[in-house]
Nanobody, 128 residues
Framework: QVQLVESGGGLVQAGSSLRLSCSAS????????MGWFRQAPGKEREFVAA????????YYVDSVKGRFTISRDYAKNTVHLQMNSLKPEDTAVYYC?????????????????????WGQGTQVTVSS
């Protein structure tokens, strides 16, 4: 079982930066591929970024490439999402997700159905 707790959301102006953190419980953090998703009001949850077990491989949705960076800290069982040059369209609730034991260390996942554990979300609001 993995429990995820997000933090770092807030209200910022366009062009600002935020760093989201996702703290994972349990001893299996190194076994989990991780991801970030977001859901804006009236829209479906969408993939934002993913990172492999090894941390060597990452992937981003086109709309955030070059602005967002996902990383993981094994010592602290934490995944971060550094968000720069924020835009009003980035406004959403951001969710951290963990996939159960992943056999391949270099694989990342982009589908919400591929993740087994979810945090409760943190609100990010970007004003224009």
């Amino acid at each position: 079982q993995v429990q995820l707790v997000e933090s770092g959301g807030g209200l910022v102006q366009a062009g600002s930066s935020l760093r989201l953190s996702c703290s994972a419980s349990g001893r299996t953090f190194s076994s989990n591929a991780m991801g970030w998703f977001r859901q804006a009001p009236g829209k479906e949850r969408e993939f934002v970024a993913a990172i492999s077990r090894s941390g060597a491989n990452t992937y981003y949705v086109d709309s955030v490439k070059g602005r967002f960076t996902i990383s993981r800290d094994y010592a602290k069982n934490t995944v971060h999402l550094q968000m720069n040059s924020l835009k009003p369209e980035d406004t959403a609730v951001y969710y951290c997700a963990a996939r159960g034991r992943t056999p391949y260390i270099g694989t990342y996942y982009m589908g919400a159905e591929q993740y087994d554990y979810w945090g409760q979300g943190t609100q990010v609001t970007v004003s224009s």
